[in-house]
Nanobody, 122 residues
């Protein structure tokens, strides 16, 4: 069992940057794939970014060049650095985890945080 807790959300202006953090409580964090998803009001939850225990990462098209995912296996944390934020980035952002897998990067997550709200105002 892995418990995930996100932090770092808030209200920012378009063009600003924001860093989200997720702390994992549980064993063998380095053997878990971690990901960020987001869900805006009235929309389905969508994949944002993914990172393996070895640091290999992947991004949704909208995140490429603006968002950077990183992790610290010694501290059991995974971060999402977001820059050049747009109104469309407003959503609840969720941290998710799964035991390392060859499933597609947007599937198979057994562990979810409670989410952190990001609101971007223009």
């Amino acid at each position: 069992q892995v418990r995930l807790v996100e932090s770092g959300g808030g209200l920012v202006k378009a063009g600003d940057s924001l860093r989200l953090s997720c702390v994992a409580a549980g064993r063998a964090f380095s053997r878990h794939d971690m990901a960020w998803f987001r869900q805006a009001p009235g929309k389905e939850r969508e994949f944002v970014s993914f990172i393996r225990g070895n640091g290999d990462s992947a991004y949704a098209d909208f995140a490429k060049g603006r968002f950077t995912v990183s992790r610290d296996n010694a501290k059991n944390t995974v971060d999402l650095q977001m820059s050049s934020l747009k109104d469309d980035d407003s959503a609840v952002y969720y941290c998710a985890g799964r035991v390392q897998s060859l499933l597609p990067t947007n599937r198979g997550y057994a562990y979810w945080g409670q989410g952190t709200q990001v609101t971007v105002s223009s």
